[in-house]
């Protein structure tokens, strides 16, 4: 056992007669390594951008309650009268009436 220690650390393995399928084996497990930080690194890549939509969603959502929060303001009727007051314009004190039409048949 001590031997095959020695021999690892020597690295006789890797040139000896039958070193092809070590050969290949490293390779391929280097291989592996190298597909494995690529698919961490993509994932990780994958997880900031969903971070970052998620942000932007908030924001977005935040924006149109706001819009829609300022739109219901301007559609009341009282807001709707102080800016036609600076026009010149008032309410009416007379109600309206309802104009029936008669068809003429």
Known sequence: ?????????????????????????IIFVSALALIMIASSHS????VYEIARLK??????????????SRLMKLKMESAVINRL??????TSVIPP???KVKSQK
């Open 85 to 90: 007051k600076d026009k010149g314009l008032y």
């Open 97 to 99: 009436k309802k104009i």
């Open 43 to 46: 994932a990780d890549k994958k």
């Open 1 to 25: 056992m001590k031997k095959n220690i020695y021999n690892i650390l020597k690295g006789t393995f890797l040139v000896s007669d039958d070193s092809f399928k070590n050969w290949r084996f």
């Open 55 to 68: 942000n932007e969603v908030k924001e977005m959502r935040s924006a149109f309650v706001d819009g829609r």
